[in-house]
Nanobody, 127 residues
Framework: QVQLVESGGGLVQAGGSLRLSCVAS????????MGWFRQAPGKEREFVAGTSWSVVGVYYTYYADSVKGRFTISRDSAKNTVELQMNSLKPEDTAVYYC?????????????????WGQGTQVSVSS
């Protein structure tokens, strides 16, 4: 059974940092695009950051404009994990954060028909 399990969410003051972790199990994800999405109350789920893979084993990273320079995505394919380091957090970053995985980065990036989703972890940033 394939599972993506997120952890690391919590409550932090504006300007603070959190590190989210996603552990994938049930299959090997080395050739999957993996990433993070978030959904704030009353809003649609949106892309935050993602990593694709290439046949030469290089992983590329991508970010939403709203988090560039503040968030960093990283992955350890040997451990089937992907992490999101979030610095300089703002109240508008408050949301449930979801880990996602799909063989195709374009599908992952679009957020529709994605193969696998985690359950989500709450991030709350107070002003």
């Amino acid at each position: 059974q394939v599972q993506l399990v997120e952890s690391g969410g919590g409550l932090v003051q504006a300007g603070g940092s959190l590190r989210l972790s996603c552990v994938a199990s049930g299959r090997t994800f080395s050739r999957y695009a993996m990433g993070w999405f978030r959904q704030a109350p009353g809003k649609e789920r949106e892309f935050v950051a993602g990593t694709s893979w290439s046949v030469v084993g290089v992983y590329y990273t991508y970010y939403a404009d709203s988090v560039k320079g503040r968030f960093t995505i990283s992955r350890d394919s040997a451990k089937n994990t992907v992490e999101l380091q979030m610095n300089s957090l703002k109240p508008e970053d408050t949301a449930v954060y979801y880990c996602a995985a799909d063989p195709d980065y374009s599908t992952l990036r679009g957020g529709l028909n994605v193969d696998y989703w985690g359950q989500g972890t709450q991030v709350s940033v107070s002003s």
